[in-house]
């Protein structure tokens, strides 16, 4: 009707409809909220919404993104952080837990919790063995107490876990030869029967991305799902992509631990699209495509075929302030960008349609204002120590080795990093002084590939987490200022 506005979630669902596809069935997304500026988490909800995504995990039980999602039917997945695990070894610890994080929005109109996620990759090598102990305790605990509060039947308890739980032996790499970790087998095989006598899946994060990080021989075709030109041969099974071989592997090491038909939610899968030579916009589109195509098929993997597999894309928007310790690409994991807008087309339904998803609406920026190195400045002296302290404070993944903003001259790294300073201020007059290195300008500095940011307009800055780099990255940018001084 012409001169009347249609909502871009009701287009979404017209399209969907017409096509005789139900809208993103059983896509889940990560919400995650390590950043210096987050959107507000109703804006998020209907941002989900207005895409058709009925499910989301989440990292805590905080109470204002689970206060956007009251009313809106989303499936949600709580969590319990990894540093309250031994609490929960406590049952009236987790029995309260429970009542002020599960029980509280079960109501008409509150919070549809489906899972609580008992801590987040406990098992993770590089944690040393430091929470063996405490996460099955704390996995039994939450279970209790949630059928104690009489929600048992539709919440469970779960434990996300990531794919380095489980292996193939060195002499013989195959899926079908899967088992767990030696040191853990026995932990997790408790753990599996458990979870198949309360009713609750197997949850496993699987990052084919990781298998090409650090590793050029790992075969670049195999990260995707276009088909391998090398493919794995396991008796009478082709294996083409790494995502298969991996879910395999854990069916395989289910089936040996006694619980082979164990549900299992892929909690986290997803492609990063900056911060290292693979972690680009083009590959994650790739990656998507082909993932949605075969989601759309029910093709399930050989050993479990001919079923759709649940899975929570990771993740929804990019955060600045993650930890950069397994790597600068660390912070670009989102499909959205920090504002919640597109990185690129993307089709859910997996028919293959150059369709973007609905960005955030109503999303206020602080003014446009950059600020930059000051070409004109007397003396240049202090000018690394100054781009190592923004950088240091502020996210510079982007000017890494192989990302968005390498390859920019010397003036660009600076301007970069004082920019990103400057915004993580919320454009604080101060924070573009640097000693008279820096100024301010209304002219967007931005190339045609560097995205120079105007941040989110906040509220409050109160309890912003800070932004930290390792010296490793502001040495890498520092390189670049030798030229200058």
């Known amino acids: 009707m012409a001169g009347v506005a249609v909502a871009p979630r009701l287009v979404l669902l017209l399209l969907l409809a ?50 956007a999602l009251a009313g809106s039917g989303i499936e949600v997945m709580v969590a319990i952080p990894n540093k309250m695990l031994d609490m929960m070894t406590d049952y009236d610890t987790a029995r309260e837990w429970v009542h002020k994080n599960v029980s509280a929005y079960n109501f008409g109109g509150g919070v549809n919790i489906r899972y609580v996620a008992v ?59 899967g088992r767990f970790r030696p040191e853990i087998s026995g932990l997790m095989t408790e753990i599996v029967q458990f979870l198949n006598q309360s009713g609750a899946p197997f949850t496993v994060n699987i990052y084919p991305y990781l298998s090409l990080y650090g590793n050029d021989d790992f075969p670049l075709d195999f990260a995707f799902f276009d088909g391998a030109s090398s493919p794995v041969v396991d008796g009478n099974i082709q294996y083409t992509n790494v995502f298969d071989a991996n879910f395999d592997t854990l069916v395989s090491a289910l089936t040996a631990a006694g619980v082979g038909g164990l549900p299992v939610i892929v909690g986290e899968v997803g492609w990063p699209t900056d911060g290292e030579k693979h972690a680009t916009a083009a590959y994650a589109q790739r ?132 920019n990103a300073y400057f915004q993580v201020q919320d454009q604080d007059e101060v924070a573009c002084g640097f000693d008279g290195l820096a100024v301010s300008t209304r002219q967007d500095p931005s190339t045609g590939t560097c995205n120079f940011t105007i941040q989110l307009e906040t509220t409050s800055a109160a309890g912003r987490p800070t932004v930290l780099l390792t010296t490793a990255l502001v040495a890498l940018v520092l390189v670049a200022m030798v030229t200058m001084l």
């Open 18 to 67: 017409v096509a005789g596809l139900p809208a993103a069935v059983g896509l889940g997304v990560n919400w995650g909220t390590m950043a210096s500026h987050q959107l507000p988490p109703s804006t998020v909800v209907r941002m989900l919404q207005d895409n058709g995504i009925k499910k989301v995990k989440l990292f805590d039980a905080d109470a204002e993104p689970l206060g």
């Open 119 to 177: 801590g987040n990759e406990p098992f993770l090598s590089s944690l040393n063995g430091t929470f063996l102990n405490v996460t099955l305790p704390a996995l039994q605990n939450i279970q209790k107490a949630l059928d104690e509060a009489g929600v048992g039947d539709t919440v469970k308890a779960t434990v996300p876990l990531n794919a380095d739980v489980y292996q193939s032996p060195k002499d013989n790499q195959v899926p079908s030869a």
């Open 287 to 418: 990656f998507y495509t082909g993932l949605f195509r075969k989601l759309a098929g029910n093709a399930g993997t050989p050993l479990r075929p001919n079923q759709y597999i649940e899975i929570y894309l990771f993740s929804l928007i990019d955060e600045d302030v993650k930890s950069v310790d397994p790597g600068y690409f660390e912070r670009h994991w989102g499909v959205m960008r920090y504002d919640g807008q597109p990185k690129y087309a993307m089709d859910p339904t997996g028919q293959g349609r150059n369709t973007a998803l609905v960005g955030a609406r109503g999303v206020e920026y602080l003014p446009r204002v950059w600020c930059v190195l000051n070409a004109n400045a007397a003396n240049m002296s202090k000018l690394a120590d100054s781009v190592g302290y923004a950088c240091t404070n502020a996210d510079c993944t982007s000017l890494s080795l192989g990302s968005t903003c390498n390859g920019m001259d010397a003036a660009g790294n600076a301007s970069y990093a004082f």
